[in-house]
């Protein structure tokens, strides 16, 4: 190969099944990729904590990762110069929270700050330990959105001449700074493309709107289907649309970007 690929992959509703958190399906292709030395990085609204612990559950032991819908740069062995292990990006969650803390008296929502480790645990089904790690937040504050879809105009308009943005993902709404998904695997690449002093190819796996910002710079847009349907929009030329949800999906999908490239896989 003369060129390098780098897959950034978000987690729920992609390499996570949504409804069970389960990987067992995308555990293979997670593996030959580990052996075609291929880089997976992870690209979630998860916090440092979430993700640190994921890392080591999927091998991806040293490589970087993006938390908190590119709100956090976790360099781990591939240091950024200048910027040591951690880089925040965007505002900082005591920000978010002292706006959203203005706007509880006008519009009906729950933040993670408000739900609380039990509020966490009832809306995602986590469990204690992974709730708590949810709660670890950094630069972003995800909320359940309980008022009118005219209210949710109003909110957004308010959040965003605040200079923050707010967005839609899998299960809940994200308030972030002025950063994305698609801004940090911008970053990471150019890292990666200078420390393999090669051209990089990038592929983004994604599910739901927030993710949007990752395919349109990704070389390769991958969608995976969610409630039976493709919530992104990927280009026909250079986009995979998976048929399954989910690690099935992602498995399916990842294989059919590796044909694509024309990676042997047999060595």
């Not at 978010?96 to 645990?121: E, N, P, W």
Request: proline fraction near 3%; include cysteine; aromatic fraction near 8%.
């Amino acid at each position: 190969m003369t060129t390098k690929l780098v897959i950034f992959s978000d987690l729920d509703g992609c390499l996570l099944n949504k409804s069970d958190y389960d990987w067992s399906a995308a555990k293979p292709v997670l593996q030959e990729l580990r052996r075609l030395n291929i880089p997976v990085v992870m690209n979630s609204s998860k916090t440092p904590a979430e993700m640190g612990e994921l890392a080591r559950e999927f091998q991806l032991d040293g490589l970087p990762f993006i938390s908190e819908n590119g709100g956090v740069i976790e360099w781990n062995d591939l240091t950024d110069e200048g910027q040591g292990s951690r880089q925040i990006l965007g505002a900082s969650r005591d920000q978010i929270l002292q706006l959203l803390q203005q706007l509880k008296a006008k519009y009906q929502f729950q933040s993670f700050f408000d739900l609380g480790v039990d509020g966490v645990m009832r809306a995602t089904d986590l469990s204690r330990d992974k709730a708590t790690l949810a709660c670890d937040r950094q630069s972003t504050e995800p909320l359940l959105w309980e008022d009118s879809d005219v209210a949710l105009g109003e909110f957004k308009t308010i959040v965003e001449a605040a200079g923050l943005t707010f967005t839609r993902g899998g299960r809940f709404w994200h308030v972030t700074g002025q950063n994305s998904k698609g801004a940090a695997m911008q970053k990471v690449a150019q890292r990666f493309a200078k420390e393999y002093g090669t051209t990089l190819v990038t592929a983004g796996i994604g599910d739901s709107p927030i993710d949007q910002s990752m395919l349109d710079v990704a070389d390769y847009a991958i969608g995976i289907p969610a409630t039976g349907s493709l919530n992104v929009q990927i280009d026909e030329t250079r986009g995979i649309a998976a048929t399954h949800e989910g690690s099935t999906g992602w498995a399916e999908a990842v294989t059919e970007l590796l044909k694509r490239c024309e990676i042997n896989r047999e060595g």
